[in-house]
């Protein structure tokens, strides 16, 4: 067989691809392995106490009692078919409600703190960061935290990064230099690169000024306005203002009710089913896919408390209770379900209330899927060992990791063990390496 395209053309043409493709590859590496947090609750600043996610998690578990005293009242509540995976997951929402009721909190200085006087503001910056102090050395914060400070509109960006210095200031003096692990700072409402790279900016000089490492302060991004997913030429620029943090933007939470508002939707439209946050969530994903940047949906503003207060009540107020805060619980499940679906593995929750919801559409998405993922991802890890034994390139490792990271959510929120996962065929030390292209890099080279 006689080859026509010398030697030195090809390559020089295919280092010449090269170079592209890795720059490619270098842009979308695919999902992180990292833990991804199922929720973030918002609180205001002015609230947040060292301890303020213990006592969200006690409120949330005496909410859960009160109105699902056992798995049959959870199952007719949500209209659940399935009694055994009923009581499944009513066993894990207790026990996630009693160990790790918060994943995720944001210190609030926006929304859920509001536009205060600048004395309020400075001093509660100040108590806000000494309380999250306190709770790191009493080991009773969330795994993730962060503080969200206000836009950096021109109205505004003074006040935000004046709470921005005495928040960081602060901690770092209380803490002698530490952050709390996964800390991240949330800028809301942006709409162009600049204000991101301007915060980038504030980073660096309160890296330099506390001697932090440099890239220590990390960022999340909120789209929660039109003009960060059309800009004025008619493109989205979201690419562009996570390039714009210079990597220290680790994801993009959706503005349920400041994006709806931006497309004109009145107030009691304003919900996380209307097709327009569909149409948001679809051009994130589509500009942002494939770049590690963890996205998030927003939150449902019905919360699941009761009617009648007080501890006398009559048997209608009772039920009527019951049944208002069901409702409720059926509209926070069906939305967080809606999102998990369409790929939205994150959101937030406002209230101690949602908790229990939030983890019973979580676990019920995983388990319910977690068999048909396990014959799946199975029949993968072999079909890649057949590669491997073979000595074909077996290079469709996107494919395998979107099935571990599937696994790797269900661990990370408990709705799984990592017992339960060797049933794919994969070993312990495989799966926690949370890289499928590392486990086909092992079987590769024991094969050899």
């Not at 306190?134 to 960006?157: C, H, N, Q, V």
């Not at 709705?415 to 994969?426: D, H, M, P, Q, W």
Request: hydrophobic share 40%.
């Amino acid at each position: 067989m006689q080859l026509s395209i010398p030697e030195s053309d090809k390559h020089a043409l295919l280092d010449t691809l090269k170079i592209a493709n890795l720059a490619f590859q270098q842009t979308y590496p695919g999902d992180r392995p990292e833990r991804q947090p199922v929720h973030t609750v918002y609180g205001g600043a002015n609230l947040f106490k060292a301890d303020t996610c213990i006592k969200m998690g006690e409120i949330a578990l005496h909410h859960f009692h009160t109105y699902a005293p056992d798995s049959g009242v959870l199952a007719m509540a949500l209209e659940w078919k399935n009694d055994r995976l009923a009581e499944i997951i009513y066993k894990q929402i207790i026990h996630k409600l009693q160990t790790e009721p918060v994943e995720d909190f944001r210190i609030d200085f926006e929304d859920g703190f509001g536009n205060r006087p600048d004395e309020e503001e400075d001093a509660t910056a100040v108590a806000a960061a000494i309380e999250l102090a306190k709770g790191m050395e009493a080991g009773t914060i969330s795994p993730f935290i962060g503080i969200r400070i206000k836009p950096f509109t021109e109205d505004l960006k003074h006040r935000s990064v004046r709470t921005l210095d005495l928040f960081i200031s602060t901690l770092l003096q209380h803490t002698n230099g530490v952050l709390p692990a996964n800390f991240v700072v949330m800028l809301p409402k942006v709409t162009i690169p600049e204000q991101v790279s301007t915060l980038v900016r504030f980073f660096e000089v309160l890296e330099k000024v506390h001697a932090l490492e440099p890239g220590t302060l990390q960022m999340e991004t909120m789209v929660e306005a039109t003009q960060i997913i059309m800009d004025d030429e008619g493109r989205n620029p979201l690419m562009r203002i996570i390039r714009a943090s210079e990597g220290r933007c680790i994801a993009a939470h959706f503005g349920t009710y400041d994006y709806t508002a931006s497309c004109g939707i009145t107030a009691k439209y304003q919900t996380m089913a209307h097709p327009v946050c569909d149409f948001a969530h679809h051009m994130t994903k589509v500009a942002l896919g494939g770049t590690g940047i963890f996205l998030s949906d927003g939150a449902t503003n019905v919360i699941p408390v009761a009617l009648h207060k007080g501890d006398h009540l009559s048997y209608a107020q009772l039920e009527e209770n019951r049944e208002h805060v069901h409702r409720a619980w059926r509209t926070g499940y069906h939305h967080t379900m809606h999102s998990l679906i369409n790929g939205f593995y994150q959101g937030w929750d406002l209230n101690p209330a949602q908790l229990p919801m939030r983890y019973a559409a979580t676990y019920h998405f995983f388990l319910s899927n977690y068999e048909d993922a396990v014959y799946r991802l199975k029949t993968f890890v072999e079909r890649a060992a057949i590669s491997t034994l073979t000595k074909d390139i077996f290079d469709d490792a996107a494919t395998g990791q979107g099935l571990l990271n599937f696994f790797l959510k269900a661990i990370n929120c408990g709705a799984v063990s990592e017992e339960e996962v060797l049933a794919t065929g994969l070993t312990m030390e495989e799966i926690r390496t949370r890289s499928f292209f590392r486990i086909l890099e092992g079987r590769r080279k024991l094969s050899i």
